[in-house]
């Protein structure tokens, strides 16, 4: 049998916001390897191989057809030479060596079961790992010191690693609307996060809040925690105050990609559907398979934004990490701007972009619009 006929080579822009990436793509046999690389290099603390590979994997998600050959990468920028052995490994064998060790190794699942604990970044996971510990589990049972973020984290860990379902979100999306309208009406809730981009489910569910008068959303997001804590909705919350207004210095004293804006961490308290909640009954044979558990667990981030920098904030919170960060880099090493949370600030000129829309960011930044659901990089 002939393959079929050589197609001209796809023309693949190097940077992730100039790309449509859908969230079903073609080559999930490559890019999930290669983000099993991506993961391991951010446990190792090695930034530039965590990134390297995780651009590798955004190329092949931009690709519109499955790829079969190693001649069909010619001239796709970001993929290195590690990326590329892995890659040919894979077409050839079936799999990467590499990869299928680094997902046996005891470490990996070690930092990979201690960082799925909520509150608990690399570098405490490593601390416990070098000191012979490889679970939750083990976090109790050795009396480790935790912060009541991790506490929470410990507690609720099987629902917190179960998938939020996009019926889940949209029932919490519900009782957040209800609380952010109760407490201030005219108030304007967004999801955004990785449901804003289409995706079936989360490890989240993330919203901006905002409300049309200037100012008038200052100091709603206590009030909104106050109604929700008095519906019992609510297992756990921190909230991180707004330097901005404490400080007074201009928005683009922003600390790189951590933004200024009111922000909340939470844990919500899910009712749950008969037929929902069946499945989660705990030991095998037990009797709870009727009555499972009437709630469940969800992790929630609300972000409070002014009118003025909502398009900002909804571009900034939308995502895909991947996306972000190259909107960033394009923004710095092609126009000369710098882009946060908060504005787009022109450094040769020296001023702030105004924008009322996400499409008009993306023409400040000259760049083609790439709506949400193609932001999946
Ligand atoms: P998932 O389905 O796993 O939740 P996600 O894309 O929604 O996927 P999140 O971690 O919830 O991932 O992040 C959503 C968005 O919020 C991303 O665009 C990310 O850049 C932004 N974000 C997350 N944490 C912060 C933070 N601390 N400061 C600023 N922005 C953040
Ligand atoms: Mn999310
Ligand atoms: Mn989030």
């Given at each position: 049998k002939t393959s079929p006929k050589p197609s001209a080579h796809v023309a693949v822009k190097s940077y992730a916001c100039q790309r449509r990436s859908p969230l079903n793509h073609h080559n999930t046999f490559l890019t999930e390897p290669l983000e099993i690389l991506a993961e391991n290099a951010e446990f190792m603390e090695n930034e530039g191989r965590n990134i390297a590979f995780r651009r590798s994997a955004s190329v092949l998600k931009a690709l519109p057809r499955v790829v079969r050959r190693m001649e069909d990468l010619k001239n796709l920028p970001c993929l290195g030479g590690h990326s590329l052995r892995v890659i040919k490994e894979i077409l050839e064998d079936g799999a990467s060596q590499e990869v299928e060790t680094t997902k046996q190794s005891e470490q990996f699942q070690a930092m990979k079961a201690l960082t799925g604990v909520f509150g608990v970044g690399v570098k405490s996971a490593d601390r416990w790992f070098r000191e012979g510990l490889r679970n939750p589990s083990d976090l109790i049972r050795t009396g480790q010191k935790l912060n009541h973020t991790q506490q929470a984290g410990v507690r609720y860990y099987n629902d917190l690693n179960k998938p939020v379902t996009k019926k889940e979100a949209e029932a919490i999306s519900d009782m957040v609307g209800k609380a952010v309208r109760a407490v201030l009406p005219g108030a304007i809730l967004t999801l955004t996060g990785g449901f804003r981009r289409g995706k079936e489910v989360g490890h989240d569910v993330d919203f901006l809040i905002t409300h049309p008068e200037e100012g008038a959303e200052e100091g709603m997001m206590p009030k909104v925690l106050k109604w929700l804590e008095d519906q019992g909705l609510l297992l756990y919350q921190k909230t991180t105050r707004n330097s901005y207004l404490e400080s007074r210095?201009?928005?683009?004293?922003?600390?790189?990609?951590?933004?200024?804006?009111?922000?909340c961490f939470s844990i919500f308290k899910l009712e749950q559907t008969k037929e929902c909640s069946g499945t989660t009954a705990g030991a095998a044979g037990m009797s709870e398979q009727q009555s499972g558990p009437s709630w469940r667990a969800v992790r929630v981030d609300l972000v409070v934004s002014p009118y003025s920098q909502f398009a900002y904030a909804t571009l900034g919170w939308t995502g895909s990490k991947l996306f972000e960060r190259d909107l960033r880099r394009w923004a710095g090493q092609e126009r000369g701007m710098s882009l946060s949370n908060h504005a787009l600030y022109d450094s040769k000129r020296h001023h702030y972009l105004h924008a009322s829309s996400e499409e008009e960011i993306f023409t400040h930044l000259g760049l083609e619009y790439i709506p949400p659901s193609e932001r999946n990089a």
């Open positions: 210095d201009g928005p683009e004293r922003a600390p790189h990609h951590m933004d200024r804006f009111e922000r």
